[in-house]
């Protein structure tokens, strides 16, 4: 760390100290390499209560979803494996990968407009490994080993009695929540029944489904317990992609630098405007509470995000000392060097009239996605004949009811005229919700109106309401005639 009383260096940044090892280290990396473990302060304040409530809520938005059924279909469910997808309830399919692809490129640059706008609040407030990280792991760490000084205290001291039980205690609760995570994350992928199915019958059962998961709970308890902070500062992209959508007009947690420098201690009673002294009193407490071991006084940084904690404990040592609170607030850079409100720049403006094209367009699509999905395909190999001067050829259709209601259909050849349908089985065809069935029909046309060997025909599919659900076009083939000019 940059000794406080070296030279200020002003430039696009704010005030940056020791400017060749502040751009080129990390915080919790020493000069020769090794990890520096960062022990936070445990933050308090408006902002820390704030981001408590958003967090509790998306926890328990997490964990109950899996358990949600809409007419009997999960309210989300991602079965890549056997190719089930379900938002909201409502089924969706291979067929409808391109809307599916399209809601990703939605998120997408809603992420990058967000961004741009208010820099990284989603990893403060939204990201998973921040939830976890700073309202679950680290609340259980403050519960068993103490705030700040006593972790570090504990951590010096030799592995005692003490040192044991608290660090096995910790250990196991990780163990037990990263087990806890595993098993719900597989339920957003094959559903709770089946993962209640699976710890019923036993690891012996369903040894690849073990295995799996008990590499993902390792995966979770490594990253929580160890790994921590330093997946949004060597592993995570986001923090790297920042630097390129950030401007000076984007909302990011800052220093005021023009009103907190020169910093220096408080003296009781000095007028520091007098002394030219800043507001800042150089009390470190910003720095104690950081997550990711920074000091938020040196500028925009790739391994903040935006948590709040330096706000809350520098609005609280203000108040204590009788000065305005906001030294480090929400704020765009500009606003910092220049004093002029936030406004929103026509960079903004076109990636948020680009979003709200795109999820209109999303809606269009998913609006009009067809109740039921149809083909007819003539089997591998077959070909046509000819009874009672009529032309017969045969498909196989495989009908997909897309909605959440039973569905009843009759098919019928819309063009050419003339053709007839019959079916293997009976006139009605009846599909259940969110299944696929499958049958043969046989198509006739009078050998005196084929005038082509292959011809385009049209199958619709009807409801009882005669409303057309759904139509395939393909092909009807017949003998071949020799065309005389």
């Excluded at 403006?349 to 999820?359: D, E, S, T």
């Amino acid at each position: 760390m940059s000794e406080i009383n070296e030279e200020v260096v002003r430039g696009g940044q704010g005030q940056v100290l020791n400017p060749e090892t502040y751009r080129d280290s990390i915080g919790t990396m020493e000069q020769s390499g090794k990890r520096k473990w960062v022990f936070p302060k445990k933050p308090k304040g408006k902002y820390t209560n704030y981001r408590d409530l958003v967090s509790y809520t998306l926890l328990i938005i997490y964990f109950v979803i899996p358990f949600i059924k809409i007419n009997g279909n999960p309210f989300f469910l991602l079965n890549v494996i056997n190719g089930e997808y379900f938002i909201a309830g409502q089924p969706f399919y291979p067929q409808d990968f391109f809307i599916l692809t399209l809601g990703a490129i939605a998120s997408l640059i809603f992420i990058i407009v967000f961004t741009i706008a208010f820099g990284r609040i989603f990893c403060g407030w939204i990201c998973p490994q921040t939830i976890f990280m700073e309202s679950v792991f680290r609340k259980i760490e403050f519960w068993i080993e103490g705030d700040r000084n006593k972790q570090m205290r504990l951590e010096r001291q030799e592995w005692n009695t003490e040192k044991i039980w608290k660090r096995t205690l910790k250990w196991s609760i990780y163990i037990i929540i990263s087990l806890i995570i595993t098993h719900v994350m597989f339920m957003y992928i094959v559903g709770y029944e089946k993962v209640f199915k699976i710890i019923s019958e036993g690891p012996f059962e369903n040894i690849t489904n073990f295995i799996v998961m008990i590499l993902f709970t390792a995966t979770f308890y490594f990253v929580f317990a160890w790994f921590r902070e330093q997946v949004c500062t060597l592993v995570c992209p986001y923090g790297r992609l920042q630097g390129v959508l950030i401007d000076k007009e984007t909302i990011n947690v800052f220093y005021d630098f023009k009103r907190g420098e020169n910093r220096s201690k408080w003296r009781n009673g000095e007028d520091r405007k007098v002394t030219g002294k800043g507001d800042c009193i150089d009390c470190y407490q910003c720095v104690s509470v950081c997550p990711t071991g920074i000091d938020i006084r040196d500028g925009q940084q790739l391994e903040c995000v935006n948590c709040t904690a330096c706000i809350d404990a520098c609005d609280e040592i203000m108040e204590k000392v009788g000065l305005p609170k906001g030294l480090i607030r929400y704020a765009s850079e500009r606003e910092i060097e220049t004093g002029t409100p936030y406004k929103f720049t026509s960079r903004m403006k076109g990636f948020a009239a680009i979003l709200i094209l795109l999820i209109g367009f999303l809606g269009f699509l998913l609006s009009s996605r067809g109740d039921m999905e149809a083909k007819f395909i003539k089997p591998a190999g077959s070909t046509f004949f000819v009874r009672e001067g009529k032309i017969i050829n045969t498909y196989n259709y495989t009908f997909l009811n897309k909605t959440n209601n039973k569905k009843i259909v009759t098919i019928k050849v819309i063009e050419p005229a003339h053709a007839e349908i019959n079916y293997s089985a009976s006139s009605k065809i009846v599909v259940d919700r969110d299944k696929i069935s499958k049958g043969t029909i046989n198509i006739s046309f009078p050998e005196s109106q084929m005038n082509l060997s292959k011809q385009n025909i049209t199958i619709g599919v009807y409801d009882l309401n005669g409303k057309l659900i759904d139509s395939y076009q393909t092909y009807f083939e017949g003998p071949f005639k020799l065309q005389i000019p």
